[in-house]
C-alpha cells in the first residue's frame, strides 16, 4: 500500500513565489511541481504586507492579468494576509482583499506587537472569524500563539471557515507537531472541517504532506473532514471563488 498517497491534496490552497523573498520558485514552477504531484488546484497566497519582505500590494492588484490554469493546472490567486493585533484585523483591507481569490489569515511573530496571552490571541482569532472575506485560518499550532483550542474551534465552526493543517509548520516550527496532536485531536472530537496544505516556499515542496499524513493516521483522522482531499470540494471551489474575482 501507498502511504504516501493515502492523504492525497487535489488542491494545495498554501504556496509562496518569489513574490516573497524567502520564497525560492515562480508561479510557472510552482504550477509544473503542483502537476507533478497530482494536484489539481493550486493555490497562490504570498504574505500580506505586514511581513517583512512580502510583495507591494500592486502584487495582488495585478492578478488579474494570470491565467487560470497554467501547465493542465487549475490556479487560485489569493494571499495569506496577517492578522495583526488582537482585534483580528488583518493588514490588508477589504478593497485589497477583494483583487485575491482566496484568503488565508494567520498569525506571524514579527507582525504583531500584543501581549501574545491566550486570552488576547483567542479573542484576536474570534474577530477574525467575522471577516466574511476570510476563507482559512492558517496554520494554528504555532506555538508562539497559544489560544483557548475549543472555544475558538466552536467559532471556527459556526462562522463557516476552515482550519489549516499544515506541513511546513510542523516540519520546521519548534512544538508545533506536539500541539497539533491536540488541536487535531480536537477537530476530530468536533467535526471541525479541515484544509490540508504544504505552505510550500519552494516548487519541490508542493503537494507534499508526509509529516502531516503521519499525524492523520496517528489520529485516525476522517477523511471526511479534510476538504481538500475531495476532487468535488476543489473542483466547486474554484468555480465558486473565481467569480469573486471581477474585471477592475
Ligand atoms: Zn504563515
Ligand atoms: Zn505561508
Not at 488546484?41 to 504570498?46: A, F
Not at 482550519?163 to 496532536?181: I, M, Y
Not at 491536540?182 to 508526509?210: Q, R
Amino acid at each position: 500500500m501507498n502511504t504516501v498517497q493515502h492523504f492525497q491534496i487535489a488542491a494545495d490552497l498554501h504556496t509562496h513565489t518569489v513574490a516573497s523573498t524567502h520564497g525560492y520558485s515562480t508561479v510557472t514552477e510552482m504550477a509544473q511541481a503542483a502537476r507533478e504531484t497530482g494536484v489539481r488546484l493550486l493555490g497562490i497566497t504570498d504574505h500580506g504586507p505586514a511581513m517583512p519582505d512580502a510583495p507591494h500590494l500592486w502584487h495582488f492588484h495585478n492578478y488579474k492579468i494570470l491565467p487560470h490554469e497554467i501547465c493542465g493546472v487549475q490556479m487560485l490567486y489569493g494571499v495569506e494576509a496577517n492578522i495583526i493585533d488582537e482585534f483580528g484585523h488583518l493588514d490588508m483591507d477589504e478593497q485589497e482583499l477583494s483583487f485575491c481569490e482566496w484568503v488565508i489569515a494567520s498569525y506571524h511573530t514579527g507582525c504583531v506587537q500584543f501581549d501574545r496571552t491566550p486570552a488576547l490571541v483567542s479573542q484576536g482569532y474570534r474577530m477574525v472569524c467575522e471577516n466574511p472575506l476570510v476563507d482559512v485560518i492558517g496554520h494554528p499550532t504555532t506555538v508562539m500563539f497559544p489560544f483557548d483550542d475549543e472555544p475558538v474551534l466552536k467559532c471556527i465552526r459556526e462562522a463557516g471557515k476552515l482550519v489549516e493543517l499544515n506541513e511546513s509548520s510542523l516540519q520546521w516550527k519548534k512544538g508545533a507537531l506536539e500541539q497539533a496532536r491536540v488541536f487535531y485531536a480536537l477537530c476530530k472530537k468536533h467535526e471541525i472541517p479541515i484544509v490540508l496544505n504544504t505552505d510550500a516556499h519552494f516548487a519541490g515542496l508542493v503537494g507534499k504532506t508526509p509529516i502531516s499524513e503521519q499525524l492523520l493516521r496517528d489520529l485516525d483522522f476522517p477523511k471526511r473532514l479534510i476538504r481538500n482531499l475531495d476532487p468535488d470540494w476543489v473542483a466547486e471551489t474554484a468555480l465558486k471563488k473565481r467569480k469573486l474575482l471581477s474585471p477592475h
